[in-house]
Nanobody
Framework: VQLVESGGGLVQPGGSLRLSCAAS????????MRWYRQAPGKERELVAGISSSGGSTNYADSVKDRFTIPRDNVKNTVYLQMNSLKAEDAAVYYC?????WGQGTQVTVSS
């Protein structure tokens, strides 16, 4: 199992970013995918999840109505579309599947 995140960076408050997680080594379309994040000094927390088909999603209360988690089962990629970013969204974002983690991608929200 290999998960490779990308798309992080520096964004101003109120801005948007789209994270990508390219998956390989397993049958991507058969598994749910999740995004987590970890801010300095805090525990890793679940941000969003999506079922294998994409028909069901769930979000942390803190990101509802701002983030979405689409997936492309042809490209073996799951995304995290983040809108209306806030300072408290700053963290390292990790992709998760089959109890495996990617290396993470840093999101910084600052003016």
């Amino acid at each position: 199992v290999q998960l490779v995140e990308s798309g992080g960076g520096l964004v101003q408050p109120g801005g948007s970013l789209r994270l990508s997680c390219a998956a390989s080594g397993f049958t991507f379309s058969s598994y749910a995918m999740r995004w987590y994040r970890q801010a300095p000094g805090k525990e890793r927390e679940l941000v969003a999840g999506i079922s294998s088909s994409g028909g069901s999603t769930n979000y942390a209360d803190s990101v509802k109505d701002r983030f979405t988690i689409p997936r492309d089962n042809v490209k073996n990629t799951v995304y995290l579309q983040m809108n209306s970013l806030k300072a408290e969204d700053a963290a390292v974002y990790y992709c998760n599947a089959l109890a495996q983690w990617g290396q993470g991608t840093q999101v910084t929200v600052s003016s």
